[in-house]
């Protein structure tokens, strides 16, 4: 059964693979999640607290635009998860179970989202019950949360006179975002500003770089006082196209735009969602965007931020029936293909993989079945070949 949550609180569907179809699907929240778990996946114990950021010095980091090349042992990729926000609606045994599975996996690493329109849903009343309950519980497990920030409340949304919607409401945002800050300042070891911004489905206006560039320019302080150190993310680009109706950027085209109005004081790393399904990550198709990486970087050394790292936020597969999906050892192989050309390249900081657990039980819909778990936890092949790659190349 399927369920949609009820509004602002927002559902990430997925763009399709292939740059320019404009189409994205909406992934609902699974209703009715299974007590069953994984005999592999027994209960961990309380690891600490997690390290509260990711060292950043530019002056430091990997500089190169040529060929991946090898990493030494320091240097190694480090690998999460990006469950969705379905993780954050979970009832508290489910999410124990789900934490639970991603340390058995060696998984240290969790990108979740903290929702402006979930925590302030009524102006000037924050409610950080939601968000207080996964990010405590991946703390206590010694996860280290990067936090996506984004999706304005409806009070907060504007329109010209002819009804259109017109950009994020920079000075709220601004505000939250200093508010969580400060608040999770030990339970957050990085900040990611809002999610694919070049696609009208997340942005809500159209897309466009300038105005995202203006909203980083004005959140990026208020992170930075809040929680001094921790490492801010610009871009969590999706894979797209520029089309004339303007509803999708492209990767290039935005990065363009966001370093040409954004000081480099005001981010420490670019990220990017390179999907590259059904093709394999070391593929050469056009459209696969693991493979144009290689393009943002350029734009990177353009700009004079050969130094800044690139996360890969989101990447995945889907098995089942639908459009585009896998099988589930072809799934297997890309995500382990994913990690892999990710650690080849000296330029690329952590890798996030979308999902843990599949978010329903419809083989046919692709947003279904992005985990590496069935929904009622069942391990697909990427399961065991995750575990053993994160176990083999652990420093």
Not at 70 to 86: D, E, K, Y
Not at 163 to 186: K, M, Q
Not at 199 to 218: D, M, S
Not at 257 to 280: C, K, T
Request: aromatic fraction near 8%.
């Amino acid at each position: 059964m399927r369920a949609t949550p009820p509004t602002p609180v927002p559902v990430r569907p997925r763009p399709a693979a292939r740059a320019g179809r404009g189409r994205a699907h909406r992934r609902a929240v699974a209703a009715g999640l299974s007590v069953l778990l994984l005999a592999a996946g027994t209960t961990v114990a309380d690891a600490g607290p997690a390290p509260a950021t990711d060292t950043v010095n530019r002056t430091t980091a990997a500089a190169t635009t040529s060929a991946p090349s090898a990493r030494s042992a320091a240097t190694r990729v480090p690998v999460g998860f990006s469950p969705g926000f379905s993780i954050m609606e979970e009832d508290l045994a489910d999410l124990r179970r789900d934490l639970d599975q991603m340390r058995a996996m060696g998984i240290t690493r969790i990108r979740l989202d903290l929702s402006w329109a979930r925590v302030e849903g009524n102006r000037g009343r924050y409610d950080w019950s939601q968000p207080d309950r996964v990010f405590g519980e991946a703390r206590k497990r010694g996860i280290r949360v990067l936090a996506v920030i984004g999706y304005q409340p409806d009070w907060a949304q504007r329109h010209d006179a002819a009804g259109r919607p017109l950009p994020v409401d920079r000075a709220g945002f601004a505000r939250f975002a200093g508010a969580a800050a400060a608040r999770y300042r030990t339970h957050v070891g990085a900040w990611e500003i809002w999610n694919e911004p070049n696609l009208q489905r997340f942005w809500v206006a159209p897309p466009n770089a300038a105005q995202y560039a203006a909203l980083v320019n004005a959140v990026a302080p208020r992170l930075r006082a809040g929680d001094p150190g921790a490492p801010v993310l610009v871009g969590s680009m999706s894979p797209a196209n520029d089309v004339p109706d303007r509803t999708t950027v492209s990767p290039m085209t935005f990065l363009r735009g966001v370093y040409a109005r954004v000081p480099l004081r005001n981010f420490d790393a670019v990220s990017v969602h390179p999907y590259s399904y059904p093709a394999m990550p070391t593929g050469t198709e056009e459209w696969n965007t693991f493979f144009r990486m290689h393009l943002l970087r350029q734009i990177m050394v353009a700009h004079g931020d050969s130094a800044s790292r690139m996360w890969l936020t989101e990447y995945g597969a889907p098995t089942g029936t639908g459009e585009e999906a896998v099988s589930a050892r072809t799934q297997a192989s890309m995500l382990v293909s994913g990690v892999r050309e990710a650690r080849r390249r000296a330029w690329t900081g952590p890798i996030y993989l979308y999902s843990l657990r599949d978010a329903g039980t419809d083989a046919a819909d692709r947003e279904d079945n992005f985990g590496v778990l069935t929904h009622d936890r069942r391990a697909k092949p990427a399961y065991a070949a995750l575990r053993d790659e994160v176990a083999r190349t652990r420093p």
